[in-house]
């Protein structure tokens, strides 16, 4: 019997019913409950939820439920704040899509070439998934235009803002039709974006879920120390609760190399994450961490954006954030799909505001733990279950993951847990192996055939 939050109690079309049967989704979340009616019945909203809270699907199966296939311009916007995020919602927006036949969606970010999109976009795409800058880009030489445009969605709205890229998004809405619909999501609800909405909305209607996650869950530690200890204890902190995987917060870039030195001097597996880095080597660290080929990986805020990491074990907020929201925000990257999660933070003395700040946002008391029982620590270091291969072949080539998962297991004689997380793009492949058996694969594959091929491959490290 369909529950009241059961997706069949919507007016969406047959395909788009049947998909969300193929994937095992039943009933919504929250989110989706509150935001679908409205969003079907062409409300414009602003919607306030947590990561990892089905966002995507709140506004994607409104988009996708009157989207036209025959019609083959742009009918539908999303914006988002990083590359990274861009490339999420567009796999996502795809597999929602896959029973409807001929939808092409189509990802316009910076940090890849722009002829290529050009190209594309001269045989139309129904819906357009991008950042910014790039969009924008695209709208002034109109090789993207708008005329039949009836969704605009701003994604993580907030963190758009705080990226400086208001002016950019003020832009693009003006490039598209008067009369749309626009859907605007943020994981927070600053002033700025009530300000800035009556810029992008019609009378929206405001939907707010509960942006705390589940303090069962997470299990918080607040430390205060010197600066001058700060890595140091993060390093015996590591050490102690030995994480299998450790995402590490610091708010500067200049934090996040010393941090990431500090940890591989001791032996760590630690990548670095900030937005000086080129998008190619920002993809591969996010591509190792989420391959469990990397067990620490050090970030600023607006880098972490975006990133699809099902598993953490464990957020370390080298320094704490001034702003209560973004600790909530950080904090619950741990703990998911009602998992435990270590949350733990270093609190400089002259910071205690901030902490007090979060206590009453979060309106419950901090654990405060004593860091002289850290100091004594012993430094082992945590290494990475998984080494990540990278294939000098993709999509283009035709390779699809049974190709390689078959190629590993058959000719190269792996058991199927010995192979873990693969990534296909369009030119290059990643694929997880457990680190003591990935050699012999290595050999096998570099002398041996893929799909009757051969192609050039390298570890990453």
């Known amino acids: 019997m369909t529950t009241p939050t059961g997706f069949h109690t919507l007016p969406l079309p047959d395909t788009l019913l049947a998909t969300l049967d193929d994937l095992g989704f039943t009933d919504m979340t929250p989110i989706q409950a509150q935001t679908l009616p409205l969003a079907l019945d062409g409300k414009d909203l602003i919607a306030q939820a947590k990561t990892g809270s089905g966002k995507t699907a709140a506004f994607g199966l409104p988009l996708l439920a009157k989207l036209n296939p025959r019609y083959f311009g742009t009918q539908a916007l999303v914006l988002c704040p990083t590359r990274e995020l861009a490339d999420q919602v567009s796999r996502e927006l795809r597999r929602l899509a896959r029973n409807i036949e001929n939808i092409k969606i189509l990802t316009l970010c910076g940090g890849a070439a722009i002829k290529p999109q050009i190209e594309s976009l001269q045989h139309g795409a129904h819906v357009v998934v991008g950042t910014p800058g790039r969009v924008r880009d695209h ?4 090789s993207l235009i708008l005329p039949g445009l009836q969704t605009l969605v701003l994604d993580e709205a907030d963190r758009m803002i705080d990226m400086g890229f208001y002016d950019d998004m003020v832009a693009i809405a003006s490039h598209c039709p008067h ?9 927070t609800y600053p002033d700025n974006i009530r300000k800035a909405s009556a810029r992008f909305l019609n009378r929206p209607l405001e939907v707010f879920t509960e942006a705390l996650h589940s303090a069962h869950h997470i299990e ?3 430390y205060e120390v010197n600066d001058d200890q700060r890595l140091d204890i993060a390093v015996k902190l590591l050490s102690k609760h030995r994480p299998g995987s450790t995402l590490i917060f610091c708010n500067t870039k200049a934090r996040v190399t010393d941090m990431t030195d500090v940890l591989r001097e001791h032996g760590f597996s630690a990548l670095e994450l900030h937005g000086d880095m080129e998008q190619r080597d920002r993809e591969d660290v996010m591509i190792q961490f989420a391959n469990q080929s990397c067990a620490v990986l050090v970030a ?3 880098a972490a954006r975006g990133l699809d990491i ?3 074990d464990a957020v370390i907020n080298v320094d704490i954030s001034p702003d209560p929201e973004v600790h909530v925000h950080r904090i619950g990257r741990t703990g998911r799909t009602d998992q435990p999660g270590l949350a733990i933070s270093l609190v400089g003395t002259k910071e205690m505001h901030w902490a007090e700040r979060i206590a009453q946002f979060q309106k419950a008391p901090l654990v405060w733990k004593p ?3 850290v100091k004594k620590q012993a430094i ?9 291969l990278c294939i000098q072949g993709g999509k283009k080539n035709k390779l699809r993951p049974g190709d390689l998962l078959g190629a590993l297991t058959k000719d190269a004689g792996l058991q199927f847990d010995d ?3 693969i990534t296909i793009l369009d030119y290059v492949a990643f694929v997880a192996l457990k680190r003591e058996v990935a050699d012999d694969a290595y050999a096998h594959l570099a002398n041996g055939q893929i799909k009757g091929k051969q192609f050039r491959m390298r570890f990453m490290s």
């Open 139 to 142: 709208l002034e030489r109109e």
């Open 179 to 187: 009369k749309r619909q626009t859907l605007l999501f943020s994981a």
């Open 220 to 222: 918080q530690h607040f």
């Open 300 to 302: 600023t805020d607006v």
């Open 310 to 312: 099902k598993t953490l």
């Open 371 to 373: 860091v002289e029982s």
């Open 380 to 388: 082992k270091p945590v290494g990475a279950p998984m080494v990540t």
């Open 419 to 421: 192979v873990g997380k």
